[in-house]
Every structure is written in structure tokens, then in C-alpha cells.
């Protein structure tokens, strides 16, 4: 079995800055992509940013120079950097990880519990 868990989330002013965590445990033999999601109230949940497993990133267009991705594949976790918050960046953010529990498994993603973000004066 495989458990994500999101850590980092929080009430800050707009311009501030949150770093988000989400570190996988459990049954792991390998960490393919990693990804974050934001769900804002009556929107549907969407793509922030995504890393893969050779460090090639990918950022929505709102998230572009403001949000850095990371990962450290020792402690399996991911990292979402986010400065220069919006009140418009409030929302859920969920983080997605694909993950091989053995040599011969298929490749599955799983998903953390969302860590709520607010961007308020």
C-alpha cells in the first residue's frame, strides 16, 4: 500500500509565498511523474505543474514564473514552491503520484488529501 502526505498549506496575504510538500510512503520500488492540482470552489480541479522522473518540468500558464516544482527522489517527495499568490490561487491543492510498487507492477497514480490554500488580505 502506498500513502501521500500533503503538508505546507495556509492562509496568506495576496504576494506572499507557501511551500507545499507531499511525500509518498508505503510499498515503493519506483516514482515516475509527479504532479500538483489545484480545485477552486465551483471550478473543476486542474493541472498546476508536473515533474518527471528526469526533471523535465511543466507549468500551467498561471502558475509560469510564479510556482517552481520540485523533487527529492531520496525522501520520494515532491515539492510546489508558489510566490506572488493570488487571491485567485485559492483553492485546494492536491498533489498526484505515479508510483511502481514492485519491479513487475504496473505503473498507478495515487493521490494526496489536498491541503487547502487561502490568498487573503
Known amino acids: 500500500q502506498v500513502q501521500l502526505v500533503e503538508s505546507g498549506g495556509g492562509l496568506v496575504q495576496p504576494g506572499g509565498s507557501l511551500r507545499l510538500s507531499c511525500a509518498a510512503s508505503?510499498?515503493?520500488?519506483?516514482?515516475?511523474?509527479m504532479r500538483w492540482y489545484h480545485h477552486g470552489a465551483g471550478k473543476e480541479r486542474e493541472l498546476v505543474a508536473s515533474?518527471?522522473?528526469?526533471?523535465?518540468?511543466h507549468y500551467a500558464d498561471s502558475a509560469k514564473g510564479r510556482f517552481t516544482i520540485s523533487r527529492d527522489n531520496d525522501k520520494n517527495t515532491v515539492y510546489l514552491e508558489m510566490n506572488s499568490l493570488k487571491p485567485e490561487d485559492t483553492a485546494v491543492y492536491y498533489c498526484?503520484?505515479?508510483?511502481?510498487?514492485?519491479?513487475?507492477?504496473?505503473?498507478?497514480?495515487?493521490w494526496g488529501q489536498g491541503t487547502q490554500v487561502t490568498v487573503s488580505s
Open positions: 515533474i518527471d522522473s528526469d526533471g523535465s518540468t
Open positions: 498526484n503520484v505515479f508510483i511502481k510498487s514492485s519491479k513487475n507492477s504496473p505503473l498507478r497514480g495515487y
Open positions: 508505503g510499498s515503493i520500488f519506483s516514482v515516475n511523474t
